[in-house]
């Protein structure tokens, strides 16, 4: 007689070979672009009320919106950094504002439930109910705060630190994901960062996400880390990106990134016109699924569309590229007069596009852009220019960068190539961009008249090439390809003491924000 046990080990291998049935080869992604209600700038301290009033008027619209979302089937939604207490604080004046949020790998806590657990935590708990109330994971950028004491050789004067972060609801309101900044914002003084960058990942029935924040992305860790080593799917990216034309706008650099790293990328962006934040999208490997930039409303916008939940066995997943493959095996194209210029403090070889079509190259150091092009026509009040970047970026931030870029100038006037420019009228009927990498980070971007993406209008060859064979439904402002050696990347930067220097954090950064607030103003 054969007994049941006998057939209990085959059972439960024949059961791990059923897929589970929850599973999903695709979801339903949103993320909400928010035009934030801030406080009132000041350097005292509000009381902890008043501070939760503020946050509860930026909530109440979170809550229509993610009622919304979840309406539309959404299993997951993304809010942006910043997004519930908005800007312009001190350290002093953020603290009525912070929570204590644990560490989800520590506790297993629906602060629904019991909001109380761990301290005052009105604004987890609302964001946990919203969650669980919608059956939706919820993403939110908030504030942690961590007491210290002298045992702690860096724990700042005040006794604690005052963290960055973002927090992730599962659909019963579960807090299962806390991620704290670790490449903070030259202005984000009222924050500390980890003493490492911390990895932060969680598994659902609809992929493997990761999670960091607005400038993480401009650096190897954790961003690189998450998708090169711990094969995340998407990623989930709170931010409040500021609008540098032409190369680093929110949608052009997102969706690029998205592009290069070929995984899913859900960026949500505060919406504040007047310090040049727009731009946010839902990007799958292939180019974007749904996007949204405005630069005239204050209006807030939800953004709804399906992607592959594991994009790297989907259909449209890209072949792995040589970023330098096809650049570095064809005889270097003529070069013509070549100029310096100026794009986003970085110094730029230049050279103009002198005629209808034609094969140009530009050289900076070990970096050569070759480029082929044919426009439609040759207007006489637009110029374009060819550019090559390879060196230290050392504005706001230091990293290192080889950019190729394809470029409208401001007037017709080649010393104006690299300033801001939104419109153009020159139709390109084809175009190949490619360039002598060293590096396989490359991001490939082009941005049409108006600030517009391009999906489905250009490709991605295994060569390198960025290629357009048909050319674009909309004039060119920029085709680019922005490389990043982060091997040549000076260390993270050390925590600066300010009082070592008898100045005072409250009114230095305070006064710091603002000034740096006028330069984006009068620069961009």
Request: with cysteine; glycine share 6%; charged share 15%.
């Amino acid at each position: 007689m054969i007994s049941f046990q006998s057939f209990l080990p085959l059972s439960i291998f024949l059961l791990m070979m059923i897929p589970k049935s929850s599973a999903l080869d695709k979801y339903i992604a949103a993320v909400y672009e928010h035009s934030v209600i801030s406080p009132a700038i000041t350097l005292m301290p509000v009381s902890s009320d008043d501070a939760l009033n503020l946050m509860n008027k930026n909530m109440d619209i979170l809550e229509e919106v993610i009622k919304r979302a979840a309406a539309q089937g959404a299993h997951i939604i993304v809010t942006p950094e910043d997004g519930i207490y908005g800007f312009f604080f001190t350290r002093e004046t953020l603290y009525p504002y912070l929570e204590d949020i644990p560490d989800p790998q520590e506790v297993n806590w629906i602060p629904c439930n019991d909001s109380q657990r761990f301290g005052p935590a009105p604004v987890q708990g609302r964001l946990s109910c919203l969650a669980r109330d919608n059956a939706i994971y919820v993403v939110a950028n908030i504030g942690d705060k961590k007491p210290c004491n002298s045992t702690d050789p860096n724990c700042p004067n005040d006794g604690r630190y005052q963290y960055n972060t973002n927090v992730v609801f599962d659909s019963d309101g579960k807090l299962v994901a806390r991620y704290h900044k670790f490449n903070l914002f030259m202005s984000e003084v009222q924050f500390d960062f980890p003493k490492e960058p911390e990895l932060v990942t969680f598994n659902t029935s609809f992929g493997k996400f990761g999670v960091f924040t607005c400038f993480d992305i401009l650096f190897h860790d954790p961003a690189v880390t998450l998708v090169s080593k711990l094969k995340v799917d998407t990623i989930l990216f709170p931010t409040a990106w500021m609008n540098v034309l032409p190369h680093l706008t929110a949608i052009g650099f997102h969706s690029a990134w998205a592009m290069g790293m070929q995984v899913n990328l859900l960026a949500s962006n505060t919406h504040k016109t007047g310090m040049n934040m727009t731009g946010s999208g839902i990007y799958a490997p292939d180019g974007s699924r749904t996007y949204h930039y405005d630069a005239e409303s204050e209006n807030g916008q939800l953004l709804v569309a399906e992607l592959h939940s594991h994009p790297s066995v989907s259909p449209t997943y890209l072949p792995t590229v040589n970023w330098s493959l096809y650049a570095t095996s064809i005889k270097p194209f003529p070069e013509n007069n070549n100029v310096t210029g100026n794009i986003f403090f970085d110094e730029f070889t230049l050279s103009k596009l002198s005629s209808q079509a034609g094969n140009l190259t530009v050289c900076q150091k070990d970096l050569c852009c070759h480029l082929s092009y044919r426009m439609m026509e040759q207007r006489e009040d637009e110029l374009y220019a060819l550019g090559a970047f390879d060196g230290l970026h050392v504005v706001e931030g230091e990293y290192y960068l080889q950019i190729c870029i394809l470029l409208k100038c401001r007037t017709t006037h080649l010393q104006t190539c690299g300033e801001p420019v939104t419109t153009a009228h020159t139709h390109f009927g084809y175009f190949s961009l490619s360039g002598t990498f060293s590096t396989n980070y490359v991001f490939p971007e082009v941005l049409l008249s108006g600030v517009q993406l391009a999906p489905g209008e250009f490709q991605v060859l295994s060569d390198g090439q960025l290629i357009s064979q048909n050319g674009t439904s909309k004039p060119i402002l920029t085709v680019t390809l922005f490389g990043r050696l982060y091997e040549r990347d000076p260390p993270h930067p050390e925590k600066v003491c300010l009082r070592c220097f008898g100045l005072s954090i409250s009114a230095w950064s305070l006064q710091y924000f603002l000034i740096f607030y006028s330069f984006i103003l009068l620069y961009f």
